[in-house]
């Protein structure tokens, strides 16, 4: 158990930092909550302390005492000799940028010199495209770094100087080292889940349920069931980038419960994976689970592919919510944008939902979609509408604009301008006004046009990523695009850019 000023935890490792070679700074640009509900960070946490050779402690943007103290003994970031960040959303990149700028290391890549850390990042946003962020890292991790983390951690045992585990970096299958030329650079997936070493004695922050240090899914043991999705919907980054969908056997998933349940303490199994209906032996599992007397959870789950004894065995696992993601109420739509769901699946769901004992329903819903009609909302409120007058659930009603993602089949459609985006979002919530038990939710508009800029941008963004980050918050986007003269909030509707060659186009 360690205890620091504002945390205890349970599972956190220190070590004695004469007797390894690597310090490793593992960094989160968000929250602690955050930072902990993220598998990455248990997976590489894990990985690098089985190392003899290595150290690895963790930084939160916030919730901890400061952002570039370690958590584990308070180390300086600026201490390690590397510090890896995991980008899960585009706008973290500003909490990235400060948390260099704070630990007292050049923000500018360039600006570095031998005596301050490589700073390198990974997570599914710099998979899909690095490089509005080029101006501040040194090398990106394209794609799944389980394997890829230890060979980085040779390169900088091995090197004599910062430039050289900077040019080891880029030899490295699936390391994107921007200021060194490389034609391509692949993309590293793991075939074989059942072959990876997994974190089983998971770090479990020793906080009141409810608290705001918990993590998302509460004090769980992560279980990560499959990388990647059978499916492939046109928008969706998971089903572009994550490709092919794997999966752990049922055996291994099970012994990895044993022993994860033997030295992670917790009393539930959060399982980790997209499109888990579609494993074949998701029933077995979680009803496997809850007959050893643990809780269960799962994500979001495909409505065509749940039946009514799973989720039976989920609520006698705990869970109370079904969530799923019809994405718009027209199964036109539905269809054209690869979703392939029919209504009858969706209605089919909460049906079932509604007789096993849920108590409420999430549904989450994109608008300003490519070739969306007026009468695709006026489908998507009368499903909504269906489901609340059918069900006794309550209907939570989540409602995302559309962000064109790189990689993905829709990655040069454009975003819809605010005001239009702002019409369909009161045109919905006009519409559900007096349906009973019905919240809608949506993302802040301005949120939105910010991540598209970022998921499909170039180099050209990083000079409107340092203003931003020197003012903070939405405002600061604002001033640093009249600041720098970048175009950056009207990118994402920019049709123009179709006609360019996509900043992305090296990777594989
Ligand atoms: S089913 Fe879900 S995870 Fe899979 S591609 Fe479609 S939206 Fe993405």
């Known amino acids: 158990m360690l205890v620091s000023k504002t945390i205890t935890e349970f599972n956190a490792i220190i070590k004695n930092t004469s007797q390894v070679d690597v310090l490793f700074g593992y960094c989160y640009p968000s929250t602690y909550r955050a930072g902990m509900t993220g598998l990455a960070l248990h997976i590489l946490y894990s990985a690098l302390n089985a190392r003899n050779d290595t150290s690895c402690e963790r930084y939160f943007r916030y919730q901890t005492q400061s952002p570039v103290l370690s958590i584990e003994t308070g180390r300086p970031l600026r201490n390690n000799h590397i510090i890896g960040f995991t980008l899960t959303y585009e706008e973290d990149i500003l909490n990235l940028v400060q948390m260099i700028e704070m630990g007292g290391i050049p923000v500018l890549s360039i600006d570095r010199t031998a005596e301050d850390p490589v700073v390198i990042v990974g997570g599914p946003v710099v998979s899909a495209n690095p490089e509005p962020y080029t101006d501040f890292i040194d090398a990106f991790v394209i794609g799944e770094g389980d394997v890829v983390i230890h060979n980085i951690i040779e390169s900088v045992k091995d090197a004599e100087s910062r430039d050289d585990v900077i040019a080891a970096m880029a030899e490295i299958e699936g390391v994107y080292v921007p200021r060194i030329t490389q034609s391509s650079v692949s993309r590293n997936i793991i075939i074989d889940l059942d072959s990876l070493v997994y974190p089983t004695r998971q770090i479990i922050p020793d906080v009141e349920d ?14 990560e069931v499959t990388r990647g999705c059978g499916h492939s919907c046109r928008f969706c980054l998971v089903g572009h980038i994550c490709q092919p969908r794997r999966t752990r056997s049922l055996d291994c998933l099970k012994k990895l419960v044993e022993t994860g349940m033997q030295h992670t303490p917790a009393k539930k199994v959060s399982l980790i994976g997209s ?18 007397g643990l809780e269960v959870s799962v994500p979001s789950l495909r409505a065509d592919s749940v039946s009514e004894n799973l989720l039976d065995c989920l609520v006698k696992g705990g869970q109370r919510t079904l969530t799923i993601a019809p994405e718009t109420g027209s199964e036109v739509l539905r269809k054209n944008m690869g979703k392939g769901l029919s209504d009858s699946d969706i209605y089919e769901a909460v049906g079932y939902a509604e007789r096993v004992g849920y108590n409420s329903v999430k549904l989450y819903f994109i608008i300003g979609l490519p070739e969306e009609t007026p009468s695709d909302i006026a489908s998507t409120i009368h499903m909504v509408r269906e489901i609340a007058n059918k069900t006794s659930m309550k209907v939570t009603v989540s409602v995302n604009p559309f962000v064109p993602k790189a990689q993905t089949r829709w990655q040069l459609e454009p975003q819809p301008e605010i005001m239009v985006l702002r019409k369909k979002i009161k045109e919905i919530e006009e519409g559900l006004r007096n349906t009973p038990r019905v919240t809608v939710e949506t993302l802040d508009l301005r949120s939105a046009r910010i991540q598209a800029a970022l998921s499909i941008g170039d180099r050209s963004l990083g000079k409107v990523i340092k203003a931003a980050a020197r003012y903070g918050g939405f405002g600061g986007w604002r001033r640093a695009e009249k600041e720098t003269g970048v175009p950056f909030f009207s990118l994402a509707n920019n049709t123009e850019r179709r006609k360019e060659n996509l900043p992305w186009s090296f990777l594989q």
């Open 275 to 292: 499109s888990l209906g579609d494993l074949d032996s998701l029933e077995d599992l979680v009803c496997w689970i809850v007959n050893k």
């Open 210 to 223: 409810g608290s705001a240090f918990e993590p998302v899914f509460g004090k769980s043991f992560l279980l």
